[in-house]
């Protein structure tokens, strides 16, 4: 039986494509093939003959399968060991360590997302962090799996990690203290006259959880006018619990749909009939952390217009992955599909715009702003093409909190959804009447070189030395994944 694996970023333990599990399949070289892999096996002798030290064969191996897949796209991983047991610990909703997803970039490990409830949320690690050491020693260079390790520990123990954020001059460390992890995916409760429904990933009991939840939610609050369903950060994980959440609220229609290669290689997903909700206004809350099965759910839901959709605009992963068991704890992870909501649109690289644009901050709203600086689909240099050669285009303007507003206890997010809720969700209306400042995407965005300007060296006469190295500076740590292929649970 094949089970699809869907997430937002290039995932070892990521919950963001569609996964299969698979029979191994027979492989019939062509006679270049062959050639091709004499020349592999010439130089695998040359290294275990030659080079300075002794090398592990398997290793070599290891590493050279893993480099072809990654070759491909993000999303494509050999697993094997650890990393296959980090993907099905993933799925099963329960591993040790800080809660915290990375991916590898460039040499660095890069923060994906933080878990809810987790130390890593706790500290405050934000996606799009960067990990350049481990209780003081550097992990720059280190394999994305050994960093992963180095995360790990007993329950209790303390890790300091030092990150480096965009918009911060220095480095600074953070300290956590190891837990079990257990993820919640599925959290509800009142806002209000108002539902609110958490889902965090989807795992393998999400659709089951989320429906009983909601259910017993209703059953307290009869008099429930509306929900909120909370995708924001949702990494995406397996499509089956995807469609699941997305049929609890349509009577009919289509999902979603996934095509792979050949024209015929199309499967439907159908919602059945019956709305949990029976018609009362859904709002769905998105960000750039809103990833693959988090985004059919919501572009399902946009589509069939059942839900406004409040936020930013996710992540742009709309490609499915197959896992296909090769034994002795190994399997294969490839992108097999694109993915398109029940309007024929893939939202590959480009996400799904919200309805109702709001930024939960002014910083965050620079940050969308920025090109160079955000994290999507679009950045990873070997990502699918979008379709039709469709590009992510930023939004035209931004809501954000209106001054004084404290966006450390406040969620101005939440705050927009719930208005939208009240007009019966009537965006327009709601848009006419902003109850913070709304601020166009081009003033907002910070000029190349500008952030780190005041960190160059030019003295007197200078200004030509200065502006190079700053922009320099800015291409070479703004931006948003690279296209390195492996993502884990940091611990």
């Keep these: 039986m094949k089970k699809f694996y869907l997430g ?49 064969s398997k290793k070599l191996i290891s590493a050279a399968l893993q480099g072809m897949l990654a070759s491909l796209d993000p999303h494509s991983n050999y697993l094997d060991g650890d990393d296959y047991t980090d993907l099905k ?3 099963r909703g329960s591993y040790g360590g800080i809660g915290l997803e990375v991916t590898g ?7 994906v997302t933080p878990m809810d409830d987790t130390p890593a949320q706790k500290a405050g690690i934000e996606p799009g962090d960067y990990i350049t050491a481990i209780d003081g020693t550097s992990i720059l260079g280190l394999p994305l799996n050994d960093a992963v390790s180095k995360m790990k520990g007993d329950p209790g123990s303390k890790l300091t990690l030092t990150i480096v954020r965009t918009g911060k001059d220095q480095p600074f460390d953070v300290t956590l203290t190891r837990e079990i992890i257990t993820v919640k995916s599925v959290k509800t409760r009142m806002e209000g006259d108002y539902g609110y429904l958490r889902i965090a990933s989807f795992q393998e009991n999400t659709a089951a959880e ?25 990494p995406g994980g397996l499509l089956e619990q995807s469609v699941g959440v997305a049929d609890m609220f349509l009577q009919g229609g289509e999902i979603v749909s996934q ?25 769905v809350l998105t960000n750039g952390g809103t990833a693959s099965a988090a985004e059919i759910v919501s572009g ?3 589509d069939q217009h059942r839900a406004e959709i409040v936020g930013e605009t996710t992540f742009g992963k709309g490609s499915v992955q197959s896992v296909i068991e090769l034994g002795d704890n190994r399997a294969v992870k490839l992108t097999t599909a694109r993915y398109y909501t029940p309007s024929g649109r893939s939202i590959q690289k480009t996400g799904i715009t919200p309805d109702l644009v709001v930024a939960q901050s002014r910083d965050q709203a620079k940050y969308i702003a920025t090109a160079a600086l955000q994290y999507t689909e679009a950045a990873y240099a070997n990502a699918l093409d979008a379709d039709e050669g469709k590009k992510r285009v930023p939004p035209t303007e931004q809501e954000v909190p209106p001054d004084g507003f404290d966006t450390k206890k406040g969620d101005f997010e939440l705050q927009r959804g719930l208005d939208v809720l009240a007009a019966g969700g009537n965006v327009a209306e709601v848009r006419a009447h902003p109850k913070g400042v709304v601020l166009l995407t081009a003033d907002l965005a910070d000029k190349p070189g500008s952030r ?30 690279s296209s390195s ?6 611990g």
Aim: net charge neutral; proline share 3%.
């Design 8 to 56: 937002g970023v290039a995932a070892l333990a990521l919950a963001v494509g569609a996964v299969a599990y698979a029979s191994q399949p027979a492989f019939s070289p062509k006679s270049e093939d062959y050639e091709q892999l004499a020349l592999f096996g010439n130089v695998l002798s040359l290294v275990e003959k030659d080079y300075v030290v002794k090398v592990d």
């Design 89 to 91: 610990e993933k799925t």
């Design 105 to 111: 970039e460039d040499g660095a490990v890069k923060a």
């Design 210 to 234: 989320a429906q009983s939840a909601l259910a017993d939610l209703m059953k307290q609050n009869p008099k429930m006018k509306g929900l909120i369903l909370d995708l924001r950060n949702n």
């Design 259 to 283: 095509r792979g290669r050949q024209p015929d290689d199309i499967i439907r997903y159908q919602a059945k009939k019956g709305d949990m909700l029976n018609g009362l206004p859904l709002v």
């Design 300 to 302: 399902a839901l946009q």
């Design 452 to 481: 780190f300007a005041k960190l160059t060296k030019a003295g007197v006469g200078g200004a030509s030395s200065s502006s190079a190295s700053s922009e320099s500076a800015s291409a070479s740590s703004g931006g948003e994944t």
């Design 485 to 490: 292929s492996a993502s884990s649970n940091g």
